[in-house]
């Protein structure tokens, strides 16, 4: 069985609220659908240039980084420039969904970041999404400010599953690393944090595809509002 970083305590009988100081939040598809909407704008971008990408391969994108993405762009259409155009469609596309109330929090988000807030804790955001995007997503659905730093794929050398992020997270918040919990639904994003060495439980809904690797997995962060 995988034990924590302090090796004393195994995560599945931690007392999340009493054990950790601060909480680390990766935010696409945790904190809100965005996944779903990236996908549907993926796929309406290559539409909009005639284009086929199977939809396997688009799902699979999940938690990779922008440059990924890009690279596989690249090499499927041998065009340099095409990156650019389809992350715009699909920028748009993500804009009007926000705008029109489609990317939302997901369940628990909210209750589960004010009760961390009254409890005094530390809450940081590590997302490998672009800082402007995800400051516009927070601030729409609501709760950038109960969020006391931010950590993006702009701040760092290497993102997920490198663990720069979260290096990054518990330096700004002066957090030692058994007194942070990481919340992550991707795959990749666990192993970040567990690159990072890191506690971290793997939220994800039922529906989702993408492989459970947590030692500790929920499909929605209710969890964090029980007194265990």
Known sequence: ???????????????WREDYDTFIFDMDGLLVNSEDIYRIGWKKAFEAYGLHVDDAIIASWNGKSAMSCEQFIVDQFHDPTLYGKLFQVR??????????????LLPYVKEVLEQLKKD????????????????DILK????FDLFDVMVN???VEHVKPAPDIYEKALALTGTPKDK???LEDSSIGVQAARNAGLD????IEDRRVDPRIGE?????MSFLLKNE
Not at 91 to 104: A, N, P, Q, R, V
Not at 216 to 220: A, F, G, T
Request: glycine share 8%; hydrophobic share 35%; net charge neutral.
């Open 1 to 15: 069985m995988w034990y924590p970083s302090g090796g004393e305590v195994c995560l599945m009988e931690k007392n």
């Open 91 to 104: 920028e748009d596309f993500i804009y009007e969904s926000l705008d029109k109330g489609d990317l939302h």
């Open 120 to 135: 005094g804790k530390k809450i940081a955001l590590a997302s490998s999404c672009r800082k402007k995007r995800a400051t």
């Open 140 to 143: 729409k659905t609501g709760v």
């Open 153 to 155: 794929a702009d701040d």
């Open 180 to 182: 942070a919990l990481v």
């Open 200 to 203: 971290v439980v793997q939220v």
């Open 216 to 220: 500790k997995i929920e499909k929605d």
